[in-house]
Protein backbone atom coordinates (compact mmCIF):
# COMPACT_ATOMS: atom_id res chain seq x y z
CA UNK A 1 0.00 0.00 0.00
CA UNK A 2 1.07 3.70 -0.83
CA UNK A 3 0.26 6.51 1.34
CA UNK A 4 -2.15 9.52 -0.23
CA UNK A 5 -1.19 11.01 -3.20
CA UNK A 6 -1.32 14.95 -3.75
CA UNK A 7 -2.42 15.85 -6.78
CA UNK A 8 -0.62 18.56 -8.63
CA UNK A 9 0.68 18.99 -11.90
CA UNK A 10 3.68 16.58 -13.76
CA UNK A 11 6.86 16.97 -12.51
CA UNK A 12 8.93 19.38 -14.57
CA UNK A 13 12.37 17.62 -16.40
CA UNK A 14 15.30 17.34 -13.96
CA UNK A 15 17.73 20.36 -14.06
CA UNK A 16 21.20 20.24 -14.16
CA UNK A 17 21.16 23.15 -11.79
CA UNK A 18 18.93 23.32 -8.73
CA UNK A 19 17.21 26.67 -7.83
CA UNK A 20 18.74 27.94 -4.40
CA UNK A 21 16.70 27.19 -1.59
CA UNK A 22 16.32 31.15 -0.81
CA UNK A 23 14.63 31.58 -4.27
CA UNK A 24 12.50 28.68 -3.52
CA UNK A 25 11.35 30.48 -0.22
CA UNK A 26 10.67 33.37 -1.95
CA UNK A 27 8.88 32.20 -4.48
CA UNK A 28 6.62 30.17 -1.97
CA UNK A 29 5.97 33.19 0.21
CA UNK A 30 4.86 35.49 -2.99
CA UNK A 31 2.44 32.54 -4.10
CA UNK A 32 1.06 32.27 -0.70
CA UNK A 33 0.91 36.15 -0.53
CA UNK A 34 -0.68 37.01 -3.73
CA UNK A 35 -3.07 39.33 -3.84
CA UNK A 36 -2.84 40.55 -0.43
CA UNK A 37 -2.26 44.05 0.09
CA UNK A 38 1.25 44.87 2.92
CA UNK A 39 0.65 46.50 5.90
CA UNK A 40 2.76 49.19 4.66
CA UNK A 41 3.16 50.43 1.14
CA UNK A 42 5.70 53.03 -0.27
CA UNK A 43 4.74 55.09 -3.18
CA UNK A 44 7.84 56.71 -4.65
CA UNK A 45 6.11 58.90 -7.45
CA UNK A 46 3.52 61.33 -6.46
CA UNK A 47 1.04 59.87 -9.49
CA UNK A 48 0.96 56.43 -7.14
CA UNK A 49 0.10 58.23 -3.79
CA UNK A 50 -2.73 60.35 -5.56
CA UNK A 51 -4.60 56.95 -6.60
CA UNK A 52 -3.79 55.03 -3.25
CA UNK A 53 -5.34 58.23 -1.60
CA UNK A 54 -8.05 58.64 -3.68
CA UNK A 55 -9.28 55.19 -3.40
CA UNK A 56 -8.96 55.32 0.61
CA UNK A 57 -11.12 58.78 0.49
CA UNK A 58 -13.52 57.00 -1.52
CA UNK A 59 -13.98 54.86 1.13
CA UNK A 60 -14.09 56.84 3.81
CA UNK A 61 -16.92 57.18 5.48
CA UNK A 62 -16.64 57.62 9.41
CA UNK A 63 -13.82 60.48 10.00
CA UNK A 64 -11.09 61.80 8.42
CA UNK A 65 -8.07 63.10 10.36
CA UNK A 66 -5.42 65.40 8.33
CA UNK A 67 -2.53 67.52 8.96
CA UNK A 68 -1.78 70.18 5.94
CA UNK A 69 1.40 72.09 6.47
CA UNK A 70 1.26 75.85 4.39
CA UNK A 71 2.29 74.91 0.94
CA UNK A 72 6.14 76.32 0.75
CA UNK A 73 9.63 75.14 -0.64
CA UNK A 74 10.23 72.65 -1.65
CA UNK A 75 6.91 71.06 -1.43
CA UNK A 76 6.06 67.30 -0.05
CA UNK A 77 4.06 65.57 -3.23
CA UNK A 78 1.52 64.45 -0.13
CA UNK A 79 1.50 68.15 0.36
CA UNK A 80 0.92 69.45 -3.24
CA UNK A 81 -2.11 66.31 -3.31
CA UNK A 82 -3.89 67.80 -0.31
CA UNK A 83 -4.04 71.03 -2.02
CA UNK A 84 -4.98 69.61 -5.47
CA UNK A 85 -8.43 68.44 -6.32
CA UNK A 86 -9.50 64.99 -4.32
CA UNK A 87 -12.86 63.50 -4.84
CA UNK A 88 -15.87 65.19 -2.33
CA UNK A 89 -15.69 62.84 1.14
CA UNK A 90 -18.98 61.21 2.11
CA UNK A 91 -21.12 63.54 3.85
CA UNK A 92 -21.34 61.32 7.23
CA UNK A 93 -17.62 61.24 7.27
CA UNK A 94 -16.83 63.65 10.32
CA UNK A 95 -12.78 66.23 9.00
CA UNK A 96 -10.96 68.00 11.32
CA UNK A 97 -7.97 69.51 9.95
CA UNK A 98 -4.98 70.60 11.60
CA UNK A 99 -2.59 73.60 9.78
CA UNK A 100 0.08 76.23 10.31
CA UNK A 101 -1.09 80.12 10.90
CA UNK A 102 -1.48 81.84 7.29
CA UNK A 103 -2.05 78.16 5.73
CA UNK A 104 -3.34 79.12 2.16
CA UNK A 105 -5.45 75.63 2.71
CA UNK A 106 -7.07 77.16 6.23
CA UNK A 107 -8.01 80.13 4.07
CA UNK A 108 -11.38 79.62 2.92
CA UNK A 109 -12.63 76.13 5.61
CA UNK A 110 -16.34 74.36 4.06
CA UNK A 111 -18.59 74.24 6.29
CA UNK A 112 -18.62 70.97 8.89
CA UNK A 113 -15.05 71.24 8.88
CA UNK A 114 -13.25 71.07 12.58
CA UNK A 115 -10.09 73.28 11.98
CA UNK A 116 -7.16 74.35 14.64
CA UNK A 117 -3.54 75.79 13.96
CA UNK A 118 -0.73 75.41 15.58
CA UNK A 119 2.39 77.74 15.19
CA UNK A 120 4.95 75.12 14.27
CA UNK A 121 6.37 73.49 10.93
CA UNK A 122 4.06 70.89 10.14
CA UNK A 123 4.71 67.50 8.41
CA UNK A 124 1.31 66.17 6.17
CA UNK A 125 -0.35 63.10 7.80
CA UNK A 126 -4.01 61.48 6.83
CA UNK A 127 -6.10 59.02 8.64
CA UNK A 128 -9.07 57.59 6.69
CA UNK A 129 -11.29 55.78 9.36
CA UNK A 130 -8.62 54.79 11.54
CA UNK A 131 -7.54 52.04 9.53
CA UNK A 132 -5.36 53.31 6.71
CA UNK A 133 -2.92 56.62 6.76
CA UNK A 134 -0.77 58.51 5.04
CA UNK A 135 2.36 60.02 5.81
CA UNK A 136 5.28 62.15 3.84
CA UNK A 137 8.65 60.44 4.12
CA UNK A 138 11.26 62.72 5.39
CA UNK A 139 14.31 61.17 3.61
CA UNK A 140 14.81 64.20 0.39
CA UNK A 141 13.10 62.01 -1.43
CA UNK A 142 9.44 63.19 -1.53
CA UNK A 143 7.63 59.38 -1.35
CA UNK A 144 4.56 58.81 0.74
CA UNK A 145 3.63 55.43 3.03
CA UNK A 146 0.38 53.86 3.05
CA UNK A 147 0.32 52.44 6.52
CA UNK A 148 -2.10 50.02 6.64
CA UNK A 149 -1.14 48.29 10.44
CA UNK A 150 -3.02 48.74 12.98
CA UNK A 151 -1.08 49.77 16.14
CA UNK A 152 0.86 52.04 13.65
CA UNK A 153 -2.22 53.99 12.35
CA UNK A 154 -3.17 53.80 16.06
CA UNK A 155 -0.08 55.92 16.83
CA UNK A 156 -0.61 58.58 14.56
CA UNK A 157 -4.04 59.01 15.64
CA UNK A 158 -2.75 59.35 19.23
CA UNK A 159 -0.43 61.99 18.05
CA UNK A 160 -3.19 63.77 15.96
CA UNK A 161 -5.25 63.90 19.02
CA UNK A 162 -2.45 64.91 21.16
CA UNK A 163 -1.86 68.04 18.69
CA UNK A 164 -5.49 68.62 18.37
CA UNK A 165 -5.94 69.00 21.96
CA UNK A 166 -3.01 71.98 22.33
CA UNK A 167 -4.07 73.50 18.98
CA UNK A 168 -6.19 76.51 18.82
CA UNK A 169 -9.57 76.77 16.61
CA UNK A 170 -9.35 78.71 13.53
CA UNK A 171 -11.57 81.35 14.61
CA UNK A 172 -10.90 83.65 11.92
CA UNK A 173 -11.29 81.27 9.18
CA UNK A 174 -14.51 82.44 7.01
CA UNK A 175 -17.16 80.08 6.15
CA UNK A 176 -19.36 80.42 2.94
CA UNK A 177 -23.43 80.69 2.52
CA UNK A 178 -25.13 77.75 0.59
CA UNK A 179 -25.68 80.83 -1.84
CA UNK A 180 -22.11 82.07 -2.34
CA UNK A 181 -21.37 78.43 -2.52
CA UNK A 182 -23.61 77.56 -5.64
CA UNK A 183 -22.41 81.21 -7.02
CA UNK A 184 -18.72 79.69 -7.07
CA UNK A 185 -19.54 76.75 -8.89
CA UNK A 186 -21.34 78.93 -11.34
CA UNK A 187 -17.93 80.62 -11.71
CA UNK A 188 -16.10 77.25 -12.56
CA UNK A 189 -18.38 76.17 -15.02
CA UNK A 190 -17.78 79.84 -16.54
CA UNK A 191 -21.42 81.54 -16.12
CA UNK A 192 -21.27 85.41 -16.18
CA UNK A 193 -22.88 87.17 -13.35
CA UNK A 194 -26.05 88.10 -15.28
CA UNK A 195 -26.69 84.04 -16.19
CA UNK A 196 -26.26 83.51 -12.76
CA UNK A 197 -28.44 85.95 -11.23
CA UNK A 198 -30.82 84.81 -13.68
CA UNK A 199 -30.75 81.41 -12.64
CA UNK A 200 -31.31 82.13 -9.32
CA UNK A 201 -33.92 84.95 -9.22
CA UNK A 202 -31.25 87.57 -7.79
CA UNK A 203 -30.28 90.68 -9.32
CA UNK A 204 -26.99 91.13 -10.89
CA UNK A 205 -25.77 93.63 -8.26
CA UNK A 206 -26.93 90.72 -5.46
CA UNK A 207 -23.97 88.63 -7.10
CA UNK A 208 -21.49 91.17 -8.12
CA UNK A 209 -21.44 91.90 -4.26
CA UNK A 210 -21.26 87.91 -3.54
CA UNK A 211 -18.55 87.66 -5.57
CA UNK A 212 -16.37 90.86 -3.99
CA UNK A 213 -17.24 89.44 -0.57
CA UNK A 214 -16.03 86.34 -1.07
CA UNK A 215 -12.88 87.74 -3.53
CA UNK A 216 -11.69 89.98 -0.32
CA UNK A 217 -11.56 86.94 1.84
CA UNK A 218 -9.63 84.91 -0.41
CA UNK A 219 -7.37 87.96 -1.36
CA UNK A 220 -7.92 87.27 -5.08
CA UNK A 221 -10.14 88.48 -8.08
CA UNK A 222 -12.67 86.93 -9.90
CA UNK A 223 -10.27 85.41 -12.20
CA UNK A 224 -8.97 82.83 -9.35
CA UNK A 225 -11.85 82.40 -7.47
CA UNK A 226 -12.64 79.13 -9.27
CA UNK A 227 -9.26 77.77 -8.98
CA UNK A 228 -8.70 78.56 -5.52
CA UNK A 229 -12.21 77.21 -4.45
CA UNK A 230 -11.48 74.19 -6.32
CA UNK A 231 -7.81 74.24 -4.55
CA UNK A 232 -9.14 74.54 -1.38
CA UNK A 233 -12.30 72.32 -1.33
CA UNK A 234 -14.66 75.03 -0.83
CA UNK A 235 -16.94 73.45 -3.76
Known sequence: MTGPVRRGRAAAPASRTAAPPTA???QLYDEAHQGERLPVTEHPHQAAARAALTAALA?????????????????HPLTAILAGNLPPL???AAQRVI????GRIAQFAPSGVKMRTLDETLEPVVICDRRTAFIGIADGQGGTLEIRQGRVVQHLVRAFLRDWGRARPYASAPTATDIQRTILKAIVNGQTDETIARRLGLSRRS??????KISDRLGSSRAQLGYL???THLI
Open 90 to 92: SPK
Open 24 to 26: CAE
Open 207 to 212: VAEHVR
Open 229 to 231: AAK
Open 59 to 75: ACDKELLTVRPTPGEPV
Open 99 to 102: TQDG
